[in-house]
């Protein structure tokens, strides 16, 4: 039986890997962000998701991306200062952005004091792995997204299967924040977390710092994960734009929202397979 599309949308850490996992048991099928290399669709596991993300990495790239150019180089799912308001434009040079060893910010005693920054011991940023050679160096570049032409073709695309498709999920933490150019119609599961254990989590994923004021020097910013630069964002005014997005896409979307808490719920399990007609 075919299905109609559906896309999880939440804020980072509210357990929407888990919520795209169940969706993929009905018979779906994960859809994602197009030109990608042969990395598997589903990413890694790690000690804060050990049974994967259930993310396409090229649609997490292309999210960057797209919130960057809409939004301002300096934003990202991480911080969304601003980002229920007036929209600011891009302002790397030629709309282009990547990850080089130019433009990734390394502290110089980030790897002998891996705990003080990240939190854990190991590189949870990833910024060892965007030099010469790594996994994540010209990222963009590879999954065809390095330019603001090339990212609004890429997502004009992942918008046409969304809408053109059939039996497709798609999830990233980044697709609650461009909500407002998804395409009309868009089924949406929205996840909800509690907001103190959402930001308990989120500090334990990105940085001890986060929603703090104690920048690192010379920096400016309380977590580098992943190169995007955080700057201070009270956990207040984060929770308030993830709740302008929780509401902008229950007026905007045939949607069904459930909280992370009850996801193991007989009531919740009923609830999501009649939105999802099964």
């Given amino acids: ?29 994960l859809g994602g962000g197009g030109n990608r290399p042969a990395e598997s669709i589903v990413q890694n596991s790690y000690e804060f998701n050990p049974k994967g993300y259930f993310e396409d990495v090229g649609l997490s ?42 433009s990734v910010e390394i502290p ?93 989590s989120m500090k334990r994923h990105y940085g001890p710092r986060l929603f703090s004021q104690e920048t690192y020097s010379p920096f400016g910013w309380v977590s580098n994960h992943f190169n995007y630069r955080v700057a201070e964002q009270t956990e207040e005014n984060y929770m308030g734009i993830r709740d302008y997005f929780h509401n902008y896409v229950l007026d905007s979307f045939p949607s069904i929202q459930i909280s992370t808490e009850s996801l193991a719920d007989k009531v919740t399990e009923r609830r999501l397979k009649s939105f999802l007609n099964r």
């Fill in 1 to 29: 039986m075919l299905n109609p599309n559906v896309l999880v949308l939440s804020a980072p850490r509210s357990g929407s890997s888990a919520l795209a996992e169940t969706i993929l048991s009905y018979g779906y099928r």
């Fill in 61 to 102: 790239l292309l999210c960057d991306q797209i919130i960057r150019f809409r939004y301002g180089s300096r934003n990202s799912f991480l911080h969304t200062v601003g980002m229920d308001g007036e929209k600011t434009s891009f302002d790397a040079k030629d709309g282009h952005f990547d990850l080089t060893d130019g």
């Fill in 108 to 200: 110089t005693d980030y790897f002998e004091n891996l705990e003080k920054y990240t939190g854990v011991n190991w590189d949870s940023w990833g910024l060892g792995r965007m030099g010469l050679g790594g996994k994540w160096h010209q990222a963009y570049s590879r999954y065809g997204c390095a330019s603001q032409q090339q990212s609004d073709e890429l997502w004009a695309k992942f918008c046409s299967i969304i809408i053109g498709s059939e039996s497709v999920v798609a999830k990233d933490p980044r697709l609650l924040f461009l909500a407002p150019w998804l395409p009309a119609g868009t089924r949406v599961v929205l996840l909800s977390r509690e907001k103190n254990a959402l930001a308990q």
